[in-house]
């Protein structure tokens, strides 16, 4: 170094430790689309697709595969709900979170950009392993991933008003996770301008002026424990308020300003995050840049390559650019090769070569297949390249065209006998699934029957496959340069059919639509899983899952060029084979919405030892509006190089021809996926084409074998099914064999059995690895990574280890510190004197106590092997009532006492009502001293008493009035009957005292309803059924004989039931005046009514409807009922309900709407009364702005109006809410109740006490929904029954026509939207809007397939309604009374019957699909009933009770008979029901567990399909999926059957969805 050097590096030095400053933009680590960031979609509350990780991250304890990216400032390992459940909350949110600035953050109309990757790149790495030594200098870390994530000029979500315009303020900051396989270190950045806003205001904080500061930290999330309940994880928090948000560029901690470091996950043992403590502030110097790093050599110089002869390649070959770490590798490559031999010639006898054996000095019994000669330039890589991000060949290497004239040289390679491998030696190279064989030169590997492949790599025969992988290089497109950067590659065959799917994602434009044409990229599964024809074997048969694909792509006219390299490189623990792809050179351009087609074709692929190669030349069509149909033609030259067994036996190929008979690509823009679809056959060349009527199905693909069976051909048509291997069944439908659970498995010690589909796999037991065959598990010496701290020994034991301090030093060996000369405190001398128990070796599960840096015992202790926990005092002493058992929430010792019990909470609440005063003669419960419910209540006004069980609930008979002996409520009773509960219901009614004059039943000593009730005030009798319903024609009045119930008589019918009520109204008395139907003889309505007071007469259909435009006034002919009529428009309808309003008399001054010719609504209407008009919609709906008071002009109706702001008045929400903030004093704590309600003012249907888990549903008025409270994480799945407002202009009501084929049904809110199925796969691009229904909220949703209608429940109106798929099909209401919740709704097809839930009055009820013949199945032993399904051809129902207290799924015939309980243990909130017809197995989706199974109808077979669901409500099942919808996703997820494949479908739309059908375009 020269002195000038040396003088500046000194003055830099000076710099940099005299001043500090903070880190400049364009220092911060290197991001945008340049550097292959995937983009963040626009908006105020964006979540990223998921992002799977290439290699798992731990955070926290636990290791995770993906990540989320919100507009949020945050980062979560889950999906994220919406922001409104978190984004104005403080720390700790209740799902793990990554948050440099978790504020509310707004990117839409292009207010900043956010940009995210994952990367392996060696700069980003290296820099990364530099900052994390400067914050932990002790620290071993290597990173071998990076994840970078950066918010530039965002902006605050600001609501803008007249007199505030935006601020401007803007916000750049970046988060770099760097992590290995055991440790994970976060790097937050903060630029010297980057920070302008601290906080933001919450959304409903309407004109309080307050700011929220952002949120930095970490948070592990709510954990499970027990079976489906959460406690709160750990946290850390860097922000506390706004100065410490500004600190964030002020200061560091790692030396510079802006930069901070964390330790946010270890896979062995972690507690909490740790900062870095090399603290930075901010002062003003000269900028000193960030050292450059560059990229270092590779050490693994093993995979060595056949070399080219140069004097060989093409001088007109296009010459790529290789990415910077590849140039170098090879320039190091060339560095370290020994003088005057070339850097990639293979040794002669390395280790691992599979040398090709001299045919003269093999004995006769192994020269049976002469070898094919090679192409004399063929590139040949015996190991596949290891290094990720490096094309597997050198930049010179060539793609060769296979001549015959060439020789090959046998003797590249000697064989000698001394280094002879054999199965003894080195079996452990075969798979699981093969056997070894030797043959005289070495040893060759075998695929076992039942599997495929070379023998290293075996697979089940006919099971489905997958393929994962990344896709990297660069391609120009018209002259730009695109970098794709470790974009996911996914790809499934069904081997069974030879049809391979590809997809992959993240493709930005311009060249996803440049690649369609690129087919060969996923032609290359297509090749390896072909079905093959006779005398034939696919790819994957003879190279297995190591190999190198090399092809080279030519487009004509233009001459662009592309590389392709695929490197296979082996198995992952799921069985899958893992490719990656690297890209190189130029492509058409293809005008943006373009359609590339593809005609079938054939390939011929020639075989030699080690080498497969094939050209051909392909033309394909592109369609674009620009350009109209244009013809291009490419050219492809490949090779395929592999490990080939020489000593054994060979398959004697020499040629073959791959058959691509359908080819499908195509672009999704808004997905950015490119896909290719390939339906591939390969067998010999030169077999001719059979007439299709004379091909088997098996290779026609025309069976209907299950997608894991194999088709095996017979003679002519004739086939037969197979299951795959590990698979059972009959071949149509199978099902994969667990051979872990059936024992069948070959795990030895310190191992067990993981299942995979068709097969399993071994893993080690913790703290034991694969030795070096593969197979046995040995243990792992821990203390060679130095675990324990410097001054402790470490002894090793089988799966374990132990740190102890050394003499002279005190601590858990993890760390130590020297005595001091102070003695030991109690605390070190107790713990001590366990950890050296038994000759210095601590007992095993033994307590050992937990102390503090001072020697003091910590205020927590925990037993490490039970898991319990308790508080103790200063003398380690545990203090009475702390001791929590394991996974359940841990005490805080630092506060004195427990927390109120529901008891206390509910005694207090009702004490303190009013301002604090409890109300007079009001109920107050009594608690015992551990503040539960005593178990037996007295009310101090009534003198009531009773007994109740631990949740304070009454125990059914066991209230005694004043005066009488009380009950043992020691004494276990039988639950009340439904008419014990009818009867104590009423005569408790006001305070305790029965309504006089009111009906009150009758209950025998059993407790059922006595046969024949009477009522005491009005002397009426009657017969009732076991249920308590009166019997159709059994009423009698005073004085009369009373009917003798004893003999069985028919059920009322609906007109019966309606002309009775009416006649009985007021206590018996029919109401002066009012309509009374008229009934036939079999209790019919007759088709012509008539009203007796005012004359009118009309027509009615079945169901006493009025028929439209049949009314006739008195004195006029009346019409012939018997003649079909027009049904009634909304119009009518509305109007006829107003004028017979009160039995049949229209309300005095009451407005009636005005209908047209045609039945439809005048666009102008008026009230007789009051005087005023204004102008409707179609729907009769008031535009708003057109009211007229009298005596002014009116509007004209036909001109649109602007509609003036309104202040609307303040909801019974809100003023309860006010009042109730008035009596806490402007200052409710966390304990206070303060109704929650939305941007309405209505009640939310959630209502918790303050910002605790204690939650319940509640209705449209606020009052509680019984069953609903929940004491979990898991919030009660509540319904709301406000419908939101809509804005106008309103959509049509009718129906917009669905497309053709099959699709989904889901009901959102005010509509009921359509996805399209693509076989299973949903069609988003074509989802549209079924029908609109403002003012509706739509829950459970059927479909009939015989007469191709809809039905659904609306919440809000509190109706059944129906609609016809035809185009302009409108709805109808074909149920309208007596519904209260209707939910979960069933269409049976076969009986034309319908079912449905009503979940306030907890019954399940049916009728025809007309609504008729209406009845209640079921009213007892209900709580909140929510699905139903019905199984039409066993006439099987099944439905869902999600009461939080006892969970349930339940079963019945059609007709109600034979009820019992289904699933009753290990459920928590069962939302979802579908039957599966295919499995015939019943299928719940649970909120609460997270779960979704499956069962038999018989209650056998229980099995997990999924397990880690975020918020399912409504499910269906078809094919070989389940699709459902989901409450945090507010979407649809699709879930295959074998766990394999998810999608998900986000309406534009954002609310939740409820009830899911399939609606197929002909009965299933």
Same mark, same amino acid.
């Given at each position: 170094m020269t002195w000038g050097k040396t003088a500046l590096f000194f003055l830099q030095l000076f710099w940099t430790v005299h001043h500090v400053t903070a880190i400049h933009r364009h220092d911060i680590y290197p991001y945008g689309m340049f550097y292959g960031d995937v983009t963040l979609q626009e908006g105020d509350d964006e979540t990223s697709e998921v992002i799977t990780l290439t290699k798992p991250m731990y955070f926290y304890e636990a290791s995770f595969t993906i990540l989320y990216v919100a507009t949020n400032g945050i980062i979560s390992t889950q999906d994220l709900p919406m922001e409104k459940q978190y984004v104005d909350d403080g720390f700790p949110t209740d799902f793990p979170v990554i948050a440099p600035f978790l504020a509310d953050i707004d990117t839409s109309k292009g207010k900043g950009s956010i940009f995210y990757r994952q990367t392996e790149s060696p700069t980003v790495l290296k820099r990364a392993e530099a900052d994390v030594r400067r914050g932990f200098p002790d620290a071993t870390f290597t990173p071998t991933h990076a994840f970078v994530a950066t918010w530039e000029n965002v902006s605050a979500y600001e609501e803008l008003t007249r007199s505030s315009g935006p601020s401007n303020r803007i916000n750049t900051f970046q988060v770099v996770l760097a992590y290995n396989e055991k440790d994970t270190y976060a790097l937050f950045l903060y630029p010297e301008d980057g920070l302008q806003f601290f906080g933001t205001r919450p959304k409903e904080s309407y004109n309080v002026e307050i700011?929220?500061?952002?949120?930095?930290?970490?948070?592990?999330?709510?954990?499970?424990?027990?079976?489906?309940?959460?406690?709160?994880?750990?946290?850390?928090?860097?922000?506390?308020?706004?100065?410490?948000?500004?600190?964030?560029?002020?200061?560091?901690?790692?030396?510079?300003?802006?930069?901070?470091?964390?330790?946010?996950?270890?896979?062995?043992?972690?507690?909490?995050?740790?900062?870095?403590?090399?603290?930075?502030?901010?002062?003003?110097?000269?900028?000193?840049?960030?050292?450059?790093?560059?990229?270092?050599?590779?050490?693994?110089?093993?995979?060595?390559?056949?070399?080219?002869?140069?004097?060989?390649?093409?001088?007109?070959?296009?010459?790529?650019?290789?990415?910077?770490?590849?140039?170098?590798?090879?320039?190091?490559?060339?560095?370290?090769a020994p003088f005057g031999q070339s850097p990639l010639q293979p040794s002669v006898s390395g280790p691992g070569e599979f040398p090709h054996p001299d045919p003269r000095n093999l004995p006769p019994e192994d020269v049976t297949q002469p070898q094919r000669p090679l192409p004399k330039h063929a590139i040949l890589q015996v190991y596949p390249n290891r290094v990720k991000d490096v094309p597997p060949h050198p930049s010179g290497g060539q793609v060769f065209s296979v001549e015959e004239k060439v020789n090959f040289d046998s003797g590249v390679i000697h064989y000698s006998t001394d280094n002879k491998e054999t199965c003894e030696r080195l079996q452990q190279q075969c798979s699981q699934n093969a056997h070894c064989t030797d043959y005289s030169t070495g040893f060759c590997c075998h695929c076992n029957s039942g599997f495929y492949g070379n023998g290293r790599h075996c697979l089940p025969n006919g099971a489905p496959h997958r393929v994962n992988g990344k896709v990297r290089g660069t391609?120009?497109?018209?002259?730009?340069?695109?970098?794709?950067?470790?974009?996911?590659?996914?790809?499934?065959?069904?081997?069974?059919?030879?049809?391979?799917?590809?997809?992959?994602?993240?493709?930005?434009?311009?060249?996803?639509?440049?690649?369609?044409?690129?087919?060969?990229?996923?032609?290359?599964?297509?090749?390896?899983?072909?079905?093959?024809?006779?005398?034939?074997?696919?790819?994957?048969?003879?190279?297995?899952?190591?190999?190198?694909?090399?092809?080279?792509?030519?487009? @004509?006219?233009?001459?662009?060029?592309?590389?392709?390299?695929?490197?296979?490189?082996?198995?992952?623990?799921?069985?899958?084979?893992?490719?990656?792809?690297?890209?190189?050179?130029?492509?058409?351009?293809?005008?943006?919405?373009?359609?590339?087609?593809?005609?079938?074709?054939?390939?011929?692929?020639?075989?030699?030892?080690?080498?497969?190669?094939?050209?051909?030349?392909?033309?394909?069509?592109?369609?674009?509006?620009?350009?109209?149909?244009?013809?291009?033609?490419?050219?492809?030259?490949?090779?395929?190089?592999?490990?080939?067994?020489?000593?054994?036996?060979?398959?004697?190929?020499?040629?073959?021809?791959?058959?691509?008979?359908?080819?499908?690509?195509?672009?999704?823009?808004?997905?950015?996926?490119?896909? @290719?679809?390939?339906?591939?056959?390969?067998?010999?060349?030169?077999?001719?084409?059979?007439?299709?009527?004379?091909?088997?199905?098996? @290779?026609?693909?025309?069976?209907?074998?299950?997608?894991?069976?194999?088709?095996?051909?017979?003679?002519?048509?004739?086939?037969?099914?197979?299951?795959?291997?590990? @698979?059972?069944?009959?071949?149509?439908?199978?099902?994969?064999?667990?051979?872990?659970?059936?024992?069948?498995?070959?795990?030895?010690?310190?191992?067990?059995?993981?299942?995979?589909?068709?097969?399993?796999?071994?893993?080690?037991?913790s703290g034991f690895e694969f030795g070096f065959d593969g197979r046995t598990c040995q243990d792992v010496d821990e203390c060679r990574d130095q675990p324990c701290h410097a001054q402790a020994l470490c002894s090793n034991g089988p799966g374990s280890f132990q740190c102890q301090c050394q003499p002279g030093y005190h601590g858990d060996g993890f760390q130590c510190h020297p005595q001091n000369g102070r003695p030991k405190t109690q605390c070190e001398q107790h713990r001590d004197s366990l950890q050296s128990g038994n000759g210095g070796v601590p007992p095993v599960g033994g307590f050992i106590p937990q102390c503090d840096e001072e020697g003091q015992y910590r205020s927590q202790q925990c037993h490490g092997s039970t898991g319990h926990c308790w508080c103790v005092d200063s003398r380690g002493q545990e203090r009475a009532g702390t001791r929590t058992p394991p996974g359940t929430p841990r005490r805080n010792c630092d506060e004195p006492g427990r927390p109120k019990t529901q008891c206390e909470q509910h005694r207090d609440s009702l004490q303190s009502e009013n301002g604090g005063v409890p109300l007079v003669g009001g109920f107050i419960p009594q608690c015992d001293e551990e503040g539960q419910y005593r178990s037996q209540q007295c009310h101090g006004s009534t003198g009531h008493c009773w007994c109740v069980d631990s949740r304070g609930q009454e125990r059914a008979g066991t209230r005694t009035p004043p005066g009488t002996p009380r009950m043992n409520c020691d004494e276990p009773g039988r639950p009340k009957t439904q008419c014990e509960q009818h009867r104590d219901s009423l005569q408790s009614g006001n305070g305790g005292v029965p309504l006089v004059g009111g009906f009150i039943p009758q209950c025998d000593e059993e407790g059922q309803y006595r046969s024949q009730q009477c009522h005491g005030s009005t002397g009426h009798c009657w017969c009732v059924d076991s249920r308590g319903q009166e019997r159709a024609g059994t009423r009698t009045p005073p004085g009369t004989p009373r009917r003798n119930c004893d003999e069985p008589g028919r059920p009322k019918t609906q007109c019966e039931q309606h002309r009775d009520s009416l006649q009985s109204g007021n206590g018996g008395v029919p109401l002066l005046g009012a309509f009374v139907p008229e009934c036939d003889e079999e209790g019919q309505y007759r088709s012509q009514q008539c009203h007796g007071s005012t004359g009118h007469c009309w027509c009615v259909d079945s169901r006493g409807q009025e028929r439209a435009g049949t009314r006739t006034p008195p004195g006029t002919p009346t019409i012939n009922c018997d003649e079909p009529g027009r049904p009634k428009t909304q119009c009518e309808q509305h109007r006829d309900s107003l004028q017979s309003g009160n039995g049949g008399v229209p309300l005095l001054g009451a407005f009636v709407p005005e209908c047209d010719e045609e039945g439809q609504y005048r666009s102008q209407q008026c009230h007789g009364s009051t005087g005023h008009c204004w102008c409707v919609d179609s729907r009769g709906q008031e535009r708003a702005g057109t009211r007229t008071p009298p005596g002014t002009p009116r509007m004209n109706c036909d001109e649109p109006v602007i509609v003036p702001p309104t202040q609307r008045p303040e909801t019974v929400c809100e003023r309860w809410r006010a009042s109730l903030m008035q009596q806490y004093g402007g200052q409710p704590n966390s304990q206070h109740y303060l109704p929650q309600c939305d941007s309405s003012g209505e009640f939310n249907p959630v209502q918790c006490y303050g910002d605790s888990s204690y939650c319940w549903c509640v209705d449209r008025n606020g009052r509680e929904v019984q069953g609903t409270?929940?004491?979990?994480?898991?919030?009660?799945?509540?319904?709301?029954?406000?419908?939101?407002?809509?804005?106008?202009?309103?959509?049509?009501?009718?129906?917009?026509?669905?497309?053709?084929?099959?699709?989904?049904?889901?009901?959102?809110?005010?509509?009921?939207?359509?996805?399209?199925?693509?076989?299973?796969?949903?069609?988003?691009?074509?989802?549209?809007?079924?029908?609109?229904?403002?003012?509706?909220?739509?829950?459970?949703?059927?479909?009939?397939?015989?007469?191709?209608?809809?039905?659904?429940?609306?919440?809000?109106?509190?109706?059944?309604?129906?609609?016809?798929?035809?185009?302009?099909?409108?709805?109808?209401?074909?149920?309208?009374?007596?519904?209260?919740?209707?939910?979960?709704?069933?269409?049976?097809?076969?009986?034309?019957?319908?079912?449905?839930?009503?979940?306030?009055?907890?019954k399940i009820e049916t009728a025809n699909l007309d609504g008729s013949d209406r009845r209640v199945l079921f009213q007892k032993d209900l709580v909140n009933p929510r699905a139903i399904i019905v199984d039409s051809p066993t006439g099987t129902l099944y439905w869902t009770d999600w009461n939080r207290e006892a969970p349930k799924i339940e079963s019945s015939s059609v007709d109600g008979q034979n009820r019992r309980v289904l699933v009753q243990d290990g459920i928590g909130l069962p939302n979802a029901l579908a039957y599966d017809s295919t499995t015939r197995q019943v299928c719940w989706a649970d909120a609460g567990t997270k779960r979704l199974e499956c069962i038999s109808p018989n209650g056998t077979g229980r099995r997990v399909v999924h397990s880690n669901l975020n918020y399912p409500f409504s499910m269906v099942s078809f094919a070989n999926h389940y699709y459902y919808t989901d409450w945090r996703r507010d979407g649809v997820i699709a879930l295959s059957r074998d766990n394999q494949s998810t999608d998900e479908y986000l309406p534009d739309q954002r609310s939740h969805l409820y009830g899911i059908t399939v609606a197929p375009p002909h009965c299933l």
């Open positions: 700011e929220l500061p952002a949120r930095v930290g970490f948070t592990r999330g709510e954990l499970s424990y027990f079976f489906f309940s959460r406690t709160e994880g750990p946290y850390y928090s860097v922000t506390s308020n706004e100065q410490s948000v500004k600190n964030l560029y002020q200061k560091g901690n790692i030396g510079e300003p802006g930069v901070w470091l964390f330790h946010v996950g270890n896979g062995y043992s972690f507690q909490n995050v740790v900062p870095a403590q090399h603290e930075a502030v901010l002062t003003k110097a000269p900028p000193v840049r960030d050292a450059v790093f560059p990229d270092e050599d590779y050490t693994d110089t093993d995979e060595d390559e056949y070399p080219i002869d140069p004097e060989l390649e093409d001088p007109t070959t296009t010459e790529f650019l290789e990415p910077e770490q590849d140039s170098s590798l090879l320039e190091r490559l060339n560095q370290e391609v120009l497109v018209g002259g730009t340069a695109v970098q794709l950067d470790s974009i996911d590659l996914h790809a499934y065959i069904v081997v069974g059919d030879g049809r391979a799917y590809t997809a992959i994602s993240e493709v930005p434009e311009p060249v996803g639509w440049a690649l369609m044409p690129v087919a060969p990229i996923g032609g290359l599964f297509g090749w390896l899983f072909a079905l093959e024809l006779p005398n034939s074997l696919n790819g994957f048969s003879i190279t297995g899952a190591e190999f190198t694909r090399r092809a080279d792509v030519t487009f @004509y006219p233009g001459n662009q060029r592309l590389s392709i390299v695929q490197t296979a490189t082996g198995l992952d623990t799921q069985n899958y084979l893992n490719v990656d792809t690297h890209l190189q050179g130029s492509v058409p351009f293809i005008p943006p919405g373009a359609t590339v087609q593809m005609e079938p074709f054939k390939d011929t692929y020639q075989y030699y030892p080690s080498l497969i190669s094939s050209s051909s030349a392909r033309e394909f069509t592109v369609v674009s509006a620009e350009n109209g149909a244009e013809t291009l033609t490419f050219q492809v030259k490949q090779n395929i190089t592999y490990r080939d067994c020489s000593h054994g036996h060979r398959s004697g190929l020499e040629t073959q021809e791959l058959r691509m008979e359908r080819i499908f690509v195509m672009y999704v823009k808004e997905e950015r996926i490119l896909r @290719y679809a390939i339906t591939n056959k390969i067998g010999p060349l030169g077999a001719g084409e059979p007439e299709p009527e004379n091909v088997n199905p098996c @290779y026609s693909g025309n069976h209907d074998c299950d997608t894991t069976a194999l088709c095996v051909p017979g003679e002519g048509q004739l086939f037969s099914c197979q299951c795959a291997t590990g @698979y059972s069944g009959d071949g149509r439908n199978c099902y994969d064999v667990d051979e872990c659970a059936e024992g069948l498995s070959s795990c030895g010690a310190h191992s067990h059995c993981v299942n995979l589909p068709g097969s399993h796999r071994c893993q080690c037991e409270r929940s004491h979990d994480a898991v919030k009660p799945a509540c319904i709301p029954t406000v419908a939101p407002p809509t804005m106008r202009p309103l959509p049509r009501p009718d129906v917009t026509p669905p497309p053709a084929g099959t699709f989904l049904l889901y009901a959102q809110g005010q509509q009921i939207g359509v996805l399209p199925l693509n076989g299973t796969q949903m069609d988003k691009q074509r989802s549209s809007v079924l029908l609109a229904l403002h003012g509706s909220i739509v829950v459970g949703i059927d479909y009939d397939c015989r007469e191709r209608k809809v039905y659904w429940t609306d919440l809000a109106g509190r109706t059944i309604n129906r609609a016809s798929l035809e185009p302009g099909s409108e709805s109808e209401i074909i149920i309208n009374t007596a519904l209260t919740s209707p939910e979960g709704l069933a269409v049976d097809v076969a009986r034309r019957r319908l079912f449905w839930v009503d979940s306030t009055p907890d």
